[in-house]
Structures are given as C-alpha cells and as structure tokens.
T-cell receptor
C-alpha cells in the first residue's frame, strides 16, 4: 500500500546543516515534495523533484532522491532559527492528479 | 498572482451541529481543488478532490461532504458533526496537478 514515513523529530544548532529523511513505497509516484508548516499555519511548498531526477538544489535547500531505495532527503544548509517548523514529505502517486500522500512530518528544532 | 482563502480560521461547534467551511481561489481558472484533514500530531489525509464544477471525488468514507458550486469555490460540509471530526482542515489548489498550494487552514473543535 501507499505509505510515507519520516522520523518525528530533529534538533540542530543554528548554522549547522539539517538533513530530514523520508521513505516512500509507491515506486510509480511521479513527483516527491517537501512542505514546511509553521505553528497554526497552512503548508508552504518548499520544493519538489521529478521522479527521474536524483538531485535538486534551490538556494539553501538540496533534495536527494534515491529511487532504488525509495528514499528522499531534504538538506537545509546554514540552518536558522526561522527554519524551525514541521517538514512534510509527500508523494504524488502516478500521474498529475495533485493528490498527495503525506508523511507524519518531522519537527525541526533549531537551537541558537 | 494567485491566492487561496479559507474561513473561518477557528471554529468551535457542538456535537450534532452542521458545518460549512469555505475555500476560494483567486487569480486562476479551472484549478484542481482539494480538502485535507490534519489530525493532531499526524500528517495530512486527503478527503475530497475536484477537477471541475460539480465534480467531487471522495477519498475516504466519512461524515463529511464537499461541493463545488463555482469554479473557484470549494465547500466542506456536514449535517451533524461528531467529536471525531475535530481537526485542522486545509484547502489546497493546483493549476496543473503537479504543484499544490495550501490555504491557512481552519481549526475545528467539536465539543
């Protein structure tokens, strides 16, 4: 079945790199996503990667995709206190329906 | 630019009362629209999906219903709320089925 798994919590020091990991099960997923949720707010799309790519970089964010192992990671360079939030991994399933399957979210705590 | 609006932001309703949550999108036409629910401490679950006016797909069996009376309006409803309907409800839209953009959510507490 479809399932997306993430570790629940990560704590880093300001200025360090953060790496948030995710595993998914649907190998037919076309796109994989990272969303950020600040307390009490909606989800902000950070970045997404097409399933035939293995890396995507966007400023401080680097997404790595290992399709063989169905493993996705998000690296945040030079982590700031403003990066503290819940980060959700999601997969699209096949095609372009926009129907997303989310992980439970990883709470990132950035200590000054 | 495109924007998505959801209201109300918070809502406290008694068990057995009706529900109507509204979502509208501006600056685009014929978007895909979605309702998700986020239970406390968990990820999001897709409830409903719509590709056009009057076209609603229900993703999970539940006490809720959805309607799309206009191209950019998506409504989540219930005739009688249950305690288990409490949660954070998020509306989202997509121009192309690839990127999905979320509203700010409605925190529903059923008492």
């Amino acid at each position: 079945g479809e399932d997306v798994e993430q570790s629940l919590f990560l704590s880093v020091r300001e200025g360090d790199s953060s790496v948030i990991n995710c595993t998914y099960t649907d190998s037919s997923s076309t796109y994989l996503y990272w969303y950020k949720q600040e307390p009490g707010a909606g989800l902000q799309l950070l970045t997404y990667i097409f399933s035939n790519m293995d890396m995507k970089q966007d400023q401080r964010l680097t997404v790595l995709l290992n399709k063989k192992d169905k493993h996705l990671s998000l690296r945040i360079a030079d982590t700031q206190t403003g990066d503290s939030a819940i980060y959700f991994c999601a997969e699209s399933g096949p095609g372009n329906t926009g129907k997303l399957i989310f992980g439970q979210g990883t709470t990132l705590q950035v200590k000054p | 630019s495109q924007t998505i609006h959801q209201w109300p932001a918070t809502l406290v309703q008694p068990v057995g009362s009706p529900l109507s949550l509204e979502c509208t999108v501006e600056g685009t036409s014929n978007p895909n629209l979605y309702w998700y629910r986020q239970a406390a401490g968990r990820g999001l679950q897709l409830l409903f999906y719509s590709v056009g006016i009057g076209q609603i797909s229900s993703e999970v069996p539940q006490n809720l219903s959805a309607s799309r009376p206009q191209d950019r309006q998506f409504i989540l409803s219930s005739k009688k709320l249950l305690l288990s309907d409490s949660g954070f409800y998020l509306c989202a839209w997509s121009p192309n089925g690839r990127e999905a953009f979320f509203g700010q959510g409605t925190r529903l507490t059923v008492v």
